[in-house]
């Protein structure tokens, strides 16, 4: 009987309705591909033979396995002392951005805030218009930032679209209720903020980690403006150099381009190729680990954030 219910209540499609779907899967199946075989070739390129990778045979799989491109990036200092460089500056950072972000958008976020218009209209128009590069490293170098490890966590540390999807949160999700009951009770604006308001925003909290984090880990172009000291280079800056010319370092054991020896030159250029999949590995892996660890509090975060306050 239950069974006959069943059959009754089955969706039954259309044959435009199956091509759809059909078409649909097919796109989706493609674009998803697309998307992901460039990551995938990455990884099996980084333990691949160098010969195989320069002759154009690493498609599918990893051809003649191994891990020469690791161990020479093992081999790399300079490599190593910018990835700690860039964990420093991106946890300092994004504790110091969430906080600035959170507390500015929770002030934001008050119905009755003096000039509030005309402050939100100030954080606007730093979005589409800037000092320029000149303006703003001459200004940077007269508070004392050039070459100084501070730029790298204090520069962009707000972002006016983050602190947008904050103040929405907060006045979508953390009724004006819980502040008026508060207030009876004597709370203060700062025992309301740290006691409420930080407690029940722990997803937007994820969300902005993300953003912040992702953005200064792949932030190369202020440790190559701002930074002299190479010692202080973020990973992404020496990365890019790496990138650019195919070499990890032409002074070290790793490369030994300034050797008269030809088998020494194209044993150094075969290794070449391969270390830049195993930087890449390298450096992406940390954003990865994030993203899955904060992925079911971004998807979430992103949705409530974007709703109009």
């Known amino acids: ?50 010969s195989a990778i320069v002759a154009g045979k690493v498609i599918w799989r990893p051809v003649d396995f191994s891990l020469v491109g690791y161990n020479a990036v093992m081999k790399y200092q300079e490599f190593w002392s910018s990835y700690l460089n860039s964990f420093i500056y991106t946890f300092s950072s994004v504790i110091i951005s969430i906080a600035v972000t959170l507390t500015g958008a929770y002030a934001m976020s008050r ?30 170098k007269d508070l004392g930032f050039y070459n100084n490890p501070l730029v790298m966590v204090l520069m962009g540390c707000v972002s006016v679209w983050n602190f947008m999807v904050a103040r929405t ?19 203060t604006h700062f025992q309301y903020f740290f006691r409420v308001v930080l407690p029940l925003s722990k997803t937007i909290i994820a969300v902005l980690a ?6 200064k880990w792949n932030d190369y172009f202020t440790g190559l403006v701002y930074l002299k000291n190479r010692s202080l280079y973020p990973l992404q800056t020496v990365l ?16 030994t381009t300034m050797s008269d020896d030809a088998a020494n030159i194209a044993e150094a250029t075969r ?24 992925q079911k ?13």
């Open 1 to 50: 009987m239950e069974s006959g219910i069943g059959n009754r209540n089955r969706i039954r499609y259309s044959a435009s309705d199956r091509v759809f779907f059909l078409i649909n899967g097919i796109f989706w199946t493609v674009f998803m591909f697309i998307i992901v075989y460039p990551l995938y070739l990455v990884c099996i390129a980084s333990v691949s033979d160098p």
């Open 111 to 140: 119905p009755r805030f003096p000039g509030k218009s005309a402050i939100n209209m100030y954080f606007v128009i730093t979005m589409f218009f800037s000092g320029g590069l000149i303006p703003t490293f001459l200004v940077m």
């Open 169 to 187: 949160y907060i006045q979508t999700n953390i009724p004006e209720e819980l502040y008026e009951a508060s207030a009876l009770d004597g709370a």
């Open 210 to 215: 993300v953003y912040y984090g992702v953005a």
């Open 240 to 255: 890019r150099e790496i990138l650019a010319t195919l070499q990890v370092d032409m002074t070290g054991d790793f490369m």
């Open 271 to 294: 290794i070449a190729n391969v270390s830049k999949y195993c930087i890449i590995v390298l450096s992406t892996g940390p954003v990865v680990i994030l993203y899955a660890f904060m």
């Open 297 to 309: 509090y971004f998807e979430k975060g992103v949705m409530i954030g974007s709703l109009k306050g």
